[in-house]
Nanobody, 122 residues
Framework: QVQLVESGGGLVQAGGSLRLSCAAS????????VAWFRQAPGKDREFVSR????????YYADSVKGRFTISRDNAKNTVYLQMNSLKPEDTAVYYC???????????????WGKGTLVNVSS
């Protein structure tokens, strides 16, 4: 079992920045990937970014490329999502999740956190 706890969400003006954290506990993540997804009201959950826990290899959705940066601290068992130049359309609940394969598909994730709300005002 892996437990994931997100934090760092809040209200920010357009153009501002936030850093989300995803703290993992339980079994070692080993070769897993850790991904961020988001879900806006009335919309499907969408992939944002992922990072290989052991490789550090990253991948981003086109909508956030160049604005968001994913990173990890293995010693703290934590993954971060630095979000810059935020836009109102980034408003959503942000979730972290883990999977044993390189994927952007929410249905293939094994474990999920409960999410943290990011609200970007115009």
């Amino acid at each position: 079992q892996v437990q994931l706890v997100e934090s760092g969400g809040g209200l920010v003006q357009a153009g501002g920045s936030l850093r989300l954290s995803c703290a993992a506990s339980g079994r070692t993540l080993g070769s897993y990937i850790v991904a961020w997804f988001r879900q806006a009201p009335g919309k499907d959950r969408e992939f944002v970014s992922r990072i290989g826990w052991s490789t550090g290899i990253t991948y981003y959705a086109d909508s956030v490329k160049g604005r968001f940066t994913i990173s990890r601290d293995n010693a703290k068992n934590t993954v971060y999502l630095q979000m810059n130049s935020l836009k109102p359309e980034d408003t959503a609940v942000y979730y972290c999740a883990t999977a044993s394969v390189n994927t952007v598909v929410a249905g293939l994730m094994h474990y999920w956190g409960k999410g943290t709300l990011v609200n970007v005002s115009s």
